[in-house]
């Protein structure tokens, strides 16, 4: 089994920008005009244009906003230096929102990215958690 990651975003040469240069993704192509895929981790990560606004699903009212929100569901990226790794993100426009955690031999900073979608920079000792 494969595991594909989409991302929402309203404005796709920003989200391209902001995950090859935070997270040293790489672009691979552009499909349509409107999806960015990019590779260099695990899973091939979709970046989908969505306008602010448009409906999240034809099952509910809701909309998609791209402020600091809160969901379920989150990408962790596992990098090899946490402390390295967040400087870049930064650099890129990612928000830090915690302290480096220390757990069961890793080490974890939580972010938002310029698009209001929460994601950890996760350094492990051995290949996960101890």
Do not use: Q
């Amino acid at each position: 089994m494969r595991i594909v990651v989409n991302i929402d975003v309203p404005d796709l040469a920003a989200a391209i920008e902001f995950y090859t240069t935070a997270v040293d993704l790489r672009l691979s192509r552009i499909l349509d005009d409107d999806v960015a895929e990019l590779t260099g981790a695990d899973s091939v990560i979709y970046l989908l244009t969505s306008p602010t606004g448009s409906a999240a699903s034809k099952s509910t009212d809701e909309r998609r906003r791209y402020t600091r929100h809160w969901t379920p569901v989150h990408i962790d990226f596992v990098v090899e230096d946490v402390h390295e790794a967040s400087e870049r993100a930064i650099s890129a426009g990612a928000t830090r929102e915690s302290e480096c955690v220390e757990w069961r031999d890793s080490k974890c900073i939580t972010f938002s990215d310029p698009f209001g979608h929460g994601f950890c920079l996760i350094e492990f000792s051995g290949k996960t958690y101890g």
